[in-house]
Each structure stands twice: as structure tokens, then as C-alpha cells.
């Protein structure tokens, strides 16, 4: 998708987490902010999840076709959509659930097919303003006709309309200040938790285990951003070996979820140590607060190697 300066750039790094959507015809709650009609049978309605987010903030841009008529032969881009502006920011095309519902729009009954949907994050405060370009839209329409040797029959005409998609404007907000944000730290934006757990099995004294910590939330996460995961092992009686990290982000029909999972190796060296509190911090758009989250500390029992060696009866 091009979205001028630094937008496609950003977009391409969305490969190594790919996004992937399901159900986005849940949107349709979702109050239309821009509509361009091509008579009023047929046209084009922008979505957006919210016109005045903060910088770093994701939302989700949609483009839904109206439609008095059910078949819909195809729908493909004629122009792309631009970011007008010489702005930085974060934009990428989620896979889109193209399945139709009906709606009734001002007592008139309308098919609704979303088409395309992308999750923006702009990376400052400022003015967004994203032209829509436009769609090629072939449309099925009845018809009744005179054949040579079956007589009157009933078949069906493709019809090509070229609709213009709205053109949309977002606003993004500046993150409050805070100690951390003024020293320079990554701020993330969003809604998370963090936790901990031991998979099931045993643990061996002085020998490698392992520890699955999970950071989830509503947002996006930055390929560098990771919570405080060394901290909790920290001390004599458990020592970190190893930690391997997992990164998915899709979107729940309501928003763009991410979620981190860090697979630790780690060495108990006592029979009872704790693995410690994993701490993760974020500013939270909902509540308009920088919030901090952490995970509950994890008993570990290590047992001895001797107990398990079986006795054997010779």
C-alpha cells in the first residue's frame, strides 16, 4: 500500500509479524466517518476505529461497499490510497473477511461488503489526511433477453462502476510527558498483561528448565520492545541461560491484539527458589494514564537427580 514518505517503509517491516483478521464484517457498529455515493445504489464508506488517537496508537481503517444489489462480480483497487502528508507513522493491510451482511440505511435494505481494511499507528502528533483513491466496482444485474431457439430467457449483465473511496482525516494526540518518555524510553501504546508459567513436568536440580512468560494486550509492540524479563532471575538460587522470543499480531473484531512469548531457560540451583515479578510499562489510551503491569512470582521445586533413579530389584 502506498502511504507516502516512511509509511511504506514501516509497512514492509510488518513481514516478520504478520496480522491477520478475521471476521472485520463485526466492524459494522462502527460509525462511518467518510462516504462517497455514486448514485445511491452503489458506493464507498471509510471506517476508522478512532480519528483522534494518540501517536502510537493503532487503529483500524476500513473500506466497506454499499450496495442495493447482492451479486457483486468483483471489486478491485483502480487508484491506491495516499497519505498526503510528509509524515511518519506505521501502516500495513490486514487480510479482510470479505463476507457480506445487510443493513438498513435510512429505510433502504443494503448489502455491505467490506473490501480492504489497514492498521495505522501514527508516530507523532499532527494532522493524517489519507486520500481514498478509488475502486472498480462489476456489478450483476438481471436481465431478460430473446433467444433464437429457447425464446425469453433470464441472464445476467456485468456492469462497471468506477466509485471514488472517501477521503479521511485523523488527528493524533502527543503522549503526555513522564520521567521515563523524557529520558528517551520507547513508550508502548496500548493495554497489556504479563504472566508466568512453568510447563507441566520435572525439574531437575542444576539442571535446564523452563519458564514461558507471556506479555498480551491490545496494541501494537515494537520489534525491540520486551518487558523486564531479567530481573526475575535475578539472585543465587536460579541463574537464565537462554531466551528465545515469539511475536504474533492479528486483529479480534474488535482491535489489533499483540502478543510476546519469551521461552526462558533457566538453571534452578536450590530445591526452592522463586522466579520474581516480570514488569511491563505502557501508556494506556483508555484511561489516558501511563499504567505498569506485572506478572505474580513462580514457586519452583527442584528435586534432587538421585530421586530418580529407580531401585532394581536383581
Given at each position: 500500500m502506498k502511504m507516502g514518505k516512511g509509511f511504506l517503509d514501516k509497512a514492509l517491516g510488518l513481514v516478520a509479524v504478520p496480522l491477520v483478521v478475521v471476521l472485520l464484517s463485526l466492524l459494522a457498529s462502527t460509525p462511518a466517518y467518510g462516504r462517497s455515493k455514486s448514485g445511491d445504489d452503489l458506493y464507498v464508506v471509510a471506517e476508522i476505529s478512532n480519528k483522534n488517537p494518540y501517536e502510537g496508537e493503532a487503529v483500524v481503517l476500513t473500506y466497506k461497499l454499499y450496495s442495493r444489489v447482492a451479486d457483486i462480480r468483483f471489486a478491485r483497487r483502480s487508484e491506491q490510497p495516499v497519505l498526503l502528508d510528509e509524515k511518519d507513522g506505521f501502516v500495513s493491510a490486514l487480510e479482510t473477511d470479505s463476507r457480506g451482511h445487510r443493513e438498513n440505511v435510512e429505510g433502504n435494505l443494503y448489502y455491505v461488503f467490506p473490501m480492504e481494511s489497514y492498521v495505522i499507528s501514527p508516530d507523532r502528533k499532527g494532522t493524517y489526511h489519507f486520500a481514498g483513491g478509488s475502486f472498480e466496482i462489476g456489478v450483476d444485474y438481471a436481465v431478460v433477453y430473446e433467444d433464437p431457439f429457447w425464446g425469453r430467457r433470464r441472464g445476467y449483465k456485468t456492469e462497471q462502476r468506477l466509485l471514488p473511496a472517501p477521503d479521511l482525516t485523523i488527528k493524533a494526540k502527543s503522549l503526555p510527558s513522564s520521567e521515563r518518555r523524557d529520558e528517551g524510553e520507547i513508550t508502548t501504546v496500548g493495554n497489556f498483561t504479563v504472566s508466568t508459567l512453568l510447563?507441566?513436568?520435572?525439574?531437575?536440580?542444576?539442571?535446564?528448565?523452563?519458564?514461558?512468560?507471556?506479555?498480551?494486550?491490545?496494541?501494537?509492540?515494537?520489534?525491540?520492545?520486551?518487558?523486564?524479563?531479567?530481573?526475575?532471575?535475578?539472585?543465587?538460587?536460579?541463574?537464565?541461560?537462554?531466551?528465545?522470543?515469539?511475536?504474533?499480531?492479528?486483529?479480534?473484531?474488535?482491535?489489533?491484539?499483540?502478543?510476546?512469548?519469551?521461552?526462558?531457560?533457566?538453571?534452578?540451583?536450590?530445591?526452592?527458589?522463586?522466579?520474581?515479578?516480570?514488569?511491563?510499562?505502557?501508556?494506556?489510551?483508555?484511561?489516558?494514564?501511563?499504567?505498569?503491569?506485572?506478572?505474580?512470582?513462580?514457586?519452583?521445586?527442584?528435586?534432587?537427580?538421585?530421586?530418580?533413579?529407580?531401585?532394581?530389584?536383581?
Open positions: 510447563p507441566p513436568g520435572e525439574i531437575i536440580l542444576d539442571q535446564p528448565a523452563r519458564a514461558i512468560i507471556t506479555l498480551k494486550g491490545r496494541g501494537l509492540l515494537g520489534e525491540d520492545v520486551l518487558p523486564r524479563y531479567a530481573d526475575a532471575f535475578k539472585g543465587e538460587s536460579i541463574k537464565l541461560k537462554s531466551m528465545s522470543e515469539n511475536r504474533k499480531t492479528y486483529f479480534d473484531g474488535k482491535s489489533v491484539v499483540s502478543e510476546l512469548t519469551l521461552d526462558c531457560e533457566f538453571i534452578p540451583q536450590e530445591k526452592n527458589s522463586v522466579i520474581g515479578e516480570v514488569g511491563f510499562s505502557f501508556f494506556n489510551p483508555a484511561s489516558g494514564k501511563y499504567e505498569e503491569v506485572f506478572s505474580s512470582p513462580v514457586a519452583v521445586e527442584a528435586k534432587s537427580i538421585t530421586t530418580r533413579i529407580e531401585t532394581v530389584d536383581i
